[in-house]
């Protein structure tokens, strides 16, 4: 992987150690690219994830799901917080940083690599995503994981094009906090 470096971030109550690339520029792979379109967004910390982690409600006890995790600083804070946590992202090296992470903070977590648009087996209470509303082809895919894996998910906001198809598609919509929308299933 690049280079990478040390950041001290505050969330609310919760101060976290995050290791991350320096450069995501550098972690471009014209392959990758060429195969799926794969960008390496998961090298960056966009601020829809922070402003998810801020308006975590109590998760205590509760098991939470994140897609798209990237680097997985909301996952990381429900963690911190007690909840049972499973962060999920296509990239294998964003499962494999977000490990180290979890570790390097002192927090239990399960990571694992999974792609969004195949069903997966888990049952949650509640389900995160940030910023993961940037491409058309993301929208029906992300809104029918969340609706089968949690009844409730919260979903942190970036102004992306997309997200207004997302919302009127997702139906049943709350503004929880600044860019953080709550979405509930309607059984
Ligand atoms: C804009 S980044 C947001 C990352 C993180 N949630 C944040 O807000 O900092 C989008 C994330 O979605 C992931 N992603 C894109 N397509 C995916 C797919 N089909 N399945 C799972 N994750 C995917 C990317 O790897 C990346 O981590």
Known sequence: ??????????LG?????????????????????AHDEFLPYWAELWPAATALATALPDVAGLRVVELGCGLGVPSLVAAARGAEVTATDWSADAIE????????????LVAEVRDWRRPWPGRFDLALAADVLYEQRNVAPVLAR???????????????????????AAGNVEQVAERVVLLTRAN
Not at 1 to 10: G, N, P, T
Not at 13 to 33: C, G, Q
């Open 1 to 10: 992987m690049a280079e990478l470096r040390d950041e001290s971030i505050r």
């Open 13 to 33: 109550e919760t101060e976290l150690v995050l290791r991350r690339p320096v450069s995501p520029e550098a972690l471009i792979d014209e392959d990758a690219f």
């Open 97 to 108: 940083l977000l490990r180290a992470n979890a570790e390097r903070n002192g927090l239990q």
């Open 146 to 168: 969340l609706r089968e894996l949690a009844p409730r998910a919260l979903v942190g906001l970036a102004g992306r094009p997309y997200e207004d198809a997302f919302l009127e």
